[in-house]
């Protein structure tokens, strides 16, 4: 049942490669642009072939991150211009990435780590699925 769910999740957005690449001359996004782009939605995101996470943004800028693996993490996130800054329950240091809007959706580069880039893969229709607390025996 939690894959089936999971599988549902993962393929009611689209996971293809997106064709769009960063454009050195874009401006990174501002705090006010990004709330305003992702607030009330759930976007799911890849590495450009493979399905990486998807994000609920929730109003007050809270987020709920999974690695569609049914845990999901809890925090929030902040302008640290040109970064969008993330802080989860699990550790309190942020994880800082700019994003650029372009014309398939957004594409974040990690702050620190050129190598890291994600794309928004597509939007998700309903929340992450998310497991409740771990329960021991």
Not at 115 to 130: I, K, M, R
Request: aromatic share 12%; with cysteine; glycine share 12%.
């Amino acid at each position: 049942m939690i894959r089936a769910a999971l599988f549902t999740l993962a393929a009611s957005v689209s996971l293809a490669a997106p064709t769009h690449a960063q454009d050195p001359d874009s401006t990174p996004m501002t705090g006010a642009e990004f709330g305003a782009y992702v607030t009330g939605k759930t976007l799911m995101f890849g590495t450009g072939a493979e399905p990486y996470g998807g994000e609920d943004y929730l109003p007050g800028n809270r987020v709920r991150w999974s690695f569609l693996d049914g845990r999901c993490l809890e925090g929030r996130w902040f302008e640290a211009a040109p970064n969008i800054c993330f802080v989860y329950n699990d550790d309190p240091d942020p994880i800082c990435w700019t994003f650029f809007e372009g014309s398939d959706g957004l594409t974040a580069l990690l702050e620190g780590d050129a190598d890291e880039v994600l794309y928004e893969t597509g939007e998700a229709q309903e929340p992450l699925f998310c497991l409740g607390p771990d329960v021991g025996v």
